[in-house]
């Protein structure tokens, strides 16, 4: 079944026009979604998920890391001191990070090395990305008070303080950056970063300058993806925006979300495999769109006792997880 079949499957009538999801009985076990059984994740608070295409990492809030081959069966491959908050898969390795600065890197989701991100340190990393600028890779943190690093070569390297950054520089005042993203527009790699009232910050370079954009809105911005030749932001109140070219025109526009109502977006992936972004929010909320200006959307409430907190995509497989170590998986 494909995932837009799944989603409709689910789907209830005039579902999320309202700030609550209707009390409909629902499947104990959605259409198309089978869940993780004997996981080694029950009972963990699962922060993020990525992926390479072929296998899949969780990082949680204990530190633990997880690995999967192929979505449905799960493993511990490591037990750090990093209280996790964010992974991500680009330019050959696996990059999470955490509290105060904590990271973690792998070349194969297995074996990891764990570190500080100086540049970041004392704060917390929020969001991290991966991806090439002006043929070199690029590793980017972000996190508390506007805090931006960046390191060229690898995450094992030097890291650096990113500048400039319309989040402010100043401890304990600057905006909180909630996300990261990496995509490439005109055959140009580019870093588009969100956060707190409603702000967007880009870099195309290796200064480490970021420049600003506005979302034309002052809710919170949560997540943010690329895919399909555009990055696509979401966040509170159900607020969806998206941008073909962040750094020539800055012109974010507004996506149709009413379907989810004043539903906080909290989570966004792009399954490049099916080309379909993939939101989830608060209540239990799971959304899809091709091109983010239209959404459908169905909750997941009879499967997640405490919330969904991470999605990624694997080849055709959608995973989501949540904060008490469930794990779902689609066909």
């Given at each position: 079944?494909?995932?837009?079949?799944?989603?409709?499957?689910?789907?209830?009538?005039?579902?999320?026009?309202?700030?609550?999801?209707?009390?409909?009985?629902?499947?104990?076990?959605?259409?198309?979604?089978?869940?993780?059984?004997?996981?080694?994740?029950?009972?963990?608070?699962?922060?993020?998920?990525?992926?390479?295409?072929?296998?899949?990492?969780?990082?949680?809030?204990?530190?633990?890391?997880?690995y999967s081959g192929d979505g449905a069966a799960w493993e511990k491959v490591a037990d750090t001191d990093v209280n996790f908050n964010a992974v991500t898969y680009?330019?050959?390795?696996?990059?999470?990070?955490?509290?105060?600065?904590?990271?973690?890197?792998?070349?194969?989701?297995?074996?990891?090395?764990?570190?500080?991100?100086?540049?970041?340190?004392?704060?917390?990393?929020?969001?991290?990305?991966?991806?090439?600028?002006?043929?070199?890779?690029?590793?980017?943190?972000?996190?508390?008070?506007?805090?931006?690093?960046?390191?060229?070569?690898?995450?094992?390297?030097?890291?650096?303080?990113?500048?400039?950054?319309?989040?402010?520089?100043?401890?304990?005042?600057?905006?909180?950056?909630?996300?990261?993203?990496?995509?490439?527009?005109?055959?140009?790699?580019?870093?588009?970063?969100?956060?707190?009232?409603?702000?967007?910050?880009?870099?195309?370079?290796?200064?480490?300058?970021?420049?600003?954009?506005?979302?034309?809105?002052?809710?919170?911005?949560?997540?943010?993806?690329?895919?399909?030749?555009?990055?696509?932001?979401?966040?509170?109140?159900?607020?969806?925006?998206?941008?073909?070219?962040?750094?020539?025109?800055?012109?974010?526009?507004?996506?149709?979300?009413?379907?989810?109502?004043?539903?906080?977006?909290?989570?966004?992936?792009?399954?490049?495999?099916k080309e379909i972004f993939v939101v989830f929010g608060e209540q239990y909320a799971v959304g899809y769109s091709d091109y983010a200006h239209s959404w459908e959307?169905?909750?997941?409430?009879?499967?997640f006792n405490s919330g969904i907190s991470a999605v990624v995509s694997m080849n055709s497989r959608i995973i989501l997880a949540g904060s008490d170590g469930t794990?779902?998986?689609?066909?």
């Amino acid at each position: 079944m494909a995932f837009r079949e799944i989603l409709q499957t689910l789907t209830i009538g005039c579902i999320f026009v309202s700030c609550s999801i209707p009390n409909t009985p629902m499947t104990p076990n959605p259409a198309g979604f089978h869940h993780v059984e004997d996981s080694v994740s029950d009972g963990l608070e699962i922060k993020a998920l990525a992926s390479d295409g072929k296998s899949a990492v969780a990082v949680t809030y204990e530190g633990i890391i997880l690995y999967s081959g192929d979505g449905a069966a799960w493993e511990k491959v490591a037990d750090t001191d990093v209280n996790f908050n964010a992974v991500t898969y680009g330019e050959g390795y696996y990059f999470a990070g955490g509290e105060e600065g904590g990271a973690a890197f792998s070349v194969d989701g297995k074996e990891w090395k764990t570190g500080v991100v100086i540049p970041m340190s004392p704060k917390d990393i929020y969001g991290v990305a991966a991806g090439k600028i002006m043929g070199n890779s690029m590793f980017v943190a972000v996190g508390n008070d506007g805090r931006i690093a960046y390191s060229i070569g690898g995450p094992q390297g030097k890291w650096d303080k990113g500048n400039f950054s319309p989040f402010g520089e100043v401890d304990d005042a600057g905006e909180t950056i909630h996300a990261v993203a990496y995509g490439v527009v005109d055959g140009a790699g580019v870093f588009v970063a969100v956060g707190d009232d409603g702000k967007i910050a880009f870099a195309n370079d290796l200064s480490g300058r970021w420049s600003g954009a506005r979302s034309g809105s002052s809710w919170t911005l949560s997540a943010v993806a690329f895919g399909n030749d555009k990055f696509v932001t979401v966040g509170e109140n159900g607020i969806v925006r998206y941008c073909t070219d962040p750094v020539e025109t800055y012109d974010w526009r507004v996506g149709d979300s009413k379907i989810f109502g004043n539903i906080s977006l909290i989570g966004i992936s792009f399954n490049p495999f099916k080309e379909i972004f993939v939101v989830f929010g608060e209540q239990y909320a799971v959304g899809y769109s091709d091109y983010a200006h239209s959404w459908e959307a169905a909750s997941f409430q009879s499967v997640f006792n405490s919330g969904i907190s991470a999605v990624v995509s694997m080849n055709s497989r959608i995973i989501l997880a949540g904060s008490d170590g469930t794990i779902l998986y689609s066909n």
